[in-house]
């Protein structure tokens, strides 16, 4: 599986941004898909998983700003993220894994990453 983010920029505090997440794959429709985040000197960590059918958990420090969808037919992932803030300034990540019979979190072992966009808020 190869994931490619797109839609990364320098935005203004309370401004929004798309990103999205282009896997190139027939069979991510299936997979277990997230959202990570990563700031310079600290881990990277999970924000949002979706599983294949769309349902999506959220990490509270992005709930209610954030919304990750996907469009399996054209196997993209995609993160709304409205009314940014500067501590969202960071390295955003697409990630994906089988199910594996597990549920869908940001806790999960992903085993396919992106190169990473860069969001920076000011």
């Known amino acids: 599986v190869q994931l490619v983010e797109s839609g990364g920029g320098s935005v203004q505090a309370g401004e929004s941004l798309t990103l999205s997440c282009a896997a190139y794959t027939s069979s991510s429709a299936r997979h277990h898909m997230a959202w990570f985040r990563q700031v310079p000197g600290e881990e990277r960590g999970g924000i949002a998983a979706i599983d294949s059918t769309g349902y999506t958990q959220y990490v509270d420090s992005v709930k209610g700003r954030f919304t990750s969808s996907r469009d399996n037919a054209e196997n993209t992932l995609y993160l709304q993220m409205n009314n940014l803030k500067p501590e969202d300034t960071a390295m955003y990540y697409c990630?994906?894994?089988?199910?594996?019979?597990?549920?869908?979190?940001?806790?999960?072992?992903?085993?396919?990453w992106g190169q990473g966009t860069q969001v920076t808020v000011s």
């Open positions: 990630a994906a894994d089988p199910p594996r019979g597990q549920a869908c979190t940001v806790s999960l072992t992903f085993g396919y």
